[in-house]
């Protein structure tokens, strides 16, 4: 069974930085896309950014292109989400997720296949 594993959630300061990292355990990593969603209370989950599985592509939302970095170690079967310029509007749960259906960088929650228990981003002055 496919497990994710997210972790390095907390509070942080408007403008700082953050490094999520997303763990995945019970199957070949690299036959995965990954994706990276959050979801704010009373909000639905969003799209933050996914890459392919080699590693060769990333796609990110517009609210945090330019501010946030994914990345993907193969050899440790981790995901990273390096998130910088952090904004009040950046609270949110972060979820990452793995699609095994599809190569493309899909942005639609329901077409991930199995997800982490999320972890929790808090950005104040």
């Known amino acids: 069974q496919v497990q994710l594993v997210e972790s390095g959630g907390g509070s942080v300061q408007t403008g700082g930085s953050q490094r999520l990292s997303c763990a995945l355990s019970g199957g070949t990593f690299s036959r995965y896309v990954i994706g990276w969603f959050r979801q704010a209370p009373g909000k639905e989950r969003e799209f933050v950014a996914a890459?392919?599985?080699?590693?060769?592509?990333?796609a990110y939302s517009d609210s945090v292109k330019g501010r946030f970095t994914i990345s993907r170690d193969n050899t440790k079967n981790t995901v990273y989400l390096q998130m910088s310029s952090l904004k009040a509007e950046d609270t949110a749960v972060y979820f990452c997720?793995?699609?095994?259906?599809?190569?493309?960088?899909?942005?639609?929650?329901?077409?991930?296949?199995?997800w982490g228990q999320g972890t929790q981003v808090t950005v104040s002055s």
């Open positions: 997720a793995a699609d095994s259906d599809s190569s493309f960088l899909r942005r639609l929650p329901r077409l991930y296949d199995y």
């Open positions: 890459v392919s599985r080699g590693a060769g592509n990333t």
